[in-house]
């Protein structure tokens, strides 16, 4: 599916919200998008191997993620996100964050290459997919033009956002390209686009978690 069209009616008179395949020239040729997805990607892949090489180290907060992650295969499987900042604020009680599916995501990685390699390139990886899923799904819906103009967008943010929120696990920083995903997924099924909606399942799943 190269372009998107969004139906509001079918010929019985009944409403139709399927996406289809629009005909319509393409003003960029072929390789424009992935271009433009490689632009936005690039950092993420530049980032997390240089700060390793610099000696980084998750430690406070990043530490908690790389240690709940190591335990997803453990007999201290975390059920739970991480602790809240409402706790002791909003009620006496500890309170967590809904889920654990960032720990589960870290969890391969960080058993395969330890600590800090693992959950560092882990979560590299997870705002890699972010991009190269928004892009699919953009070209998926509105073709070449879309998606190229898409991605430098999305390369705009992710280099001026710093090294640092590319590859670190805390929270405030691993949701950012994640929920720029899900709103463009939340968009998609919107339109009508059932893989869309399930990518924005996930998606929404992992931001709120």
Same mark, same amino acid.
């Given at each position: 599916m190269r372009a998107g069209v969004l139906h509001t009616s079918r010929g019985d008179g009944e409403p139709s919200?399927?996406?289809?395949?629009?005909?319509?020239?393409?003003?960029?040729?072929?390789?424009?998008p992935l271009v433009a997805t490689a632009a936005a990607v690039l950092p993420i892949l530049v980032?997390?191997?240089?700060?390793l090489g610099r000696g980084w180290l998750p430690i406070g907060d990043d530490a908690y993620f790389s240690v709940r992650a190591w335990d997803?295969?453990?007999?201290?499987?975390? &059920?739970?996100?991480t602790a809240s900042s409402g706790s002791g604020r909003v009620t006496d009680r500890a309170i967590n964050h809904p889920g654990p599916l960032q720990f589960d995501l870290l969890a391969l990685p960080t058993r395969a290459l330890g600590h800090t390699?693992?959950?560092?390139?882990?979560?590299? &990886?997870?705002?890699?997919?972010?991009?190269?899923?928004?892009?699919?799904?953009v070209h998926r819906l509105l073709g070449r033009v879309a998606a190229t103009v898409a991605m430098a967008g999305c390369a705009l943010l992710v280099w001026s956002m710093g090294s640092e929120v590319l590859y670190r696990p805390w929270g405030p920083y691993a949701v950012v390209l994640?929920?720029?995903?899900?709103?463009?997924?939340?968009?998609g099924g919107v339109a009508g686009d059932r893989v869309?909606?399930?990518?924005?399942?996930?998606?929404?799943?992992?931001?709120l978690q």
């Amino acid at each position: 599916m190269r372009a998107g069209v969004l139906h509001t009616s079918r010929g019985d008179g009944e409403p139709s919200h399927a996406v289809t395949a629009a005909p319509s020239g393409e003003a960029v040729p072929p390789w424009a998008p992935l271009v433009a997805t490689a632009a936005a990607v690039l950092p993420i892949l530049v980032a997390a191997p240089r700060a390793l090489g610099r000696g980084w180290l998750p430690i406070g907060d990043d530490a908690y993620f790389s240690v709940r992650a190591w335990d997803v295969f453990s007999r201290d499987i975390p &059920l739970l996100g991480t602790a809240s900042s409402g706790s002791g604020r909003v009620t006496d009680r500890a309170i967590n964050h809904p889920g654990p599916l960032q720990f589960d995501l870290l969890a391969l990685p960080t058993r395969a290459l330890g600590h800090t390699v693992g959950t560092t390139l882990g979560q590299a &990886l997870i705002n890699v997919v972010a991009v190269v899923l928004m892009a699919w799904l953009v070209h998926r819906l509105l073709g070449r033009v879309a998606a190229t103009v898409a991605m430098a967008g999305c390369a705009l943010l992710v280099w001026s956002m710093g090294s640092e929120v590319l590859y670190r696990p805390w929270g405030p920083y691993a949701v950012v390209l994640p929920f720029a995903l899900y709103l463009v997924a939340a968009w998609g099924g919107v339109a009508g686009d059932r893989v869309a909606l399930v990518v924005a399942v996930v998606a929404g799943s992992y931001c709120l978690q």
